[in-house]
């Protein structure tokens, strides 16, 4: 009975951890910044969406909402489809060459990304890719696609073998194979890693920095960075922005959250 008590009372605090700043955040959309420096965990007086106008017209929060929506989309997709093609493979080349080739893709995920900011930077810089929604495209597929293989890999070497024999001797091709078997039954794998992916791309803040320059194609992250002054913060609009910017992960969440459990649980029990 104390146990019980005893963990009840923690997970009682830790969701207060977890609450109270957000509507602290939630309320302070709603008021001015004298009000919320006067009682931030107080509830709003009015319900004005004033700084939700403000933010999206008047620091054009709506076209960098635009941007990080084609830019973490188009990533996802390929980085899927990719990921998905390399997992496929080095599921079906049994022995150690396919782990060897795995372990390759995978060690990517060993690199940190400091590292290779200044290579990454000269090489766009040579390539013309500097200030462009292409560049953050293609540095967020290369970036992510070993951990995506990862996930997809551990997953596909579960797949029985015999589907894909049986695929083969009934005249499909690899590649069919791939789309009509391993791809169906690997969809609650793909769907988490595909939400993992979109709150990768869409709350990176580290590639947008680097190499957007111009304000037109200023990602979410990168957009609300520069609602912070140098003397003075407008945190009511800030506040406004990170709303604005949680609901897309919060919906991909709400809509995909039976395959992610699903994606999460695959394998963890064998009939």
Do not use: C
């Amino acid at each position: 009975m104390i146990a019980r008590l005893s963990k009840n009372a923690v997970l009682a605090v830790y969701g207060l951890l977890i609450v109270i700043p957000l509507l602290v955040v939630l309320f302070g959309t709603f008021k001015t910044t004298p009000e919320l420096f006067a009682n931030p965990f107080a509830p709003p007086g009015s319900l004005s969406l004033n700084n939700y106008a403000e933010t999206l017209t008047g620091q054009n929060l709506g076209a960098a909402f635009l941007n990080s929506t084609m830019v973490t989309l188009t990533s996802v997709t390929l980085t899927l489809f990719i990921a998905s093609l390399a997992a496929y493979g080095v599921a079906r080349i049994r022995g150690w060459k396919g782990w060897a080739i795995y372990g390759f893709i995978v060690l990517g995920m060993s690199v940190p990304a400091q590292a290779n900011m200044i290579p990454q930077y000269v090489l766009f810089q040579q390539l013309g890719l500097l200030d462009s929604r292409l560049g953050l495209i293609l540095i967020n597929i290369v970036v992510t696609l070993p951990v995506a293989v990862f996930i997809l890999g551990g997953f596909m070497r579960t797949l029985p073998s015999d589907l894909f024999e049986a695929a083969t001797v009934d005249g499909s091709g690899p590649f069919r194979t791939y789309y009509a078997v391993a791809v169906p039954l690997s969809m609650p794998s793909i769907a988490a890693t595909g939400i993992f992916l979109f709150v990768m791309h869409w709350n990176d803040l580290l590639y947008p920095l680097l190499f957007i320059s111009s304000p037109d194609k200023r990602t979410l992250p990168l957009a609300l960075l520069s609602f912070q002054g140098e003397f003075q913060t407008n945190y009511p609009l800030l506040f406004a922005g990170v709303i604005l910017a949680s609901i897309p992960v919060v919906v991909a969440y709400v809509f995909l959250q039976r395959f992610f459990v699903a994606g999460m649980t695959a394998g963890a029990v064998k009939g």
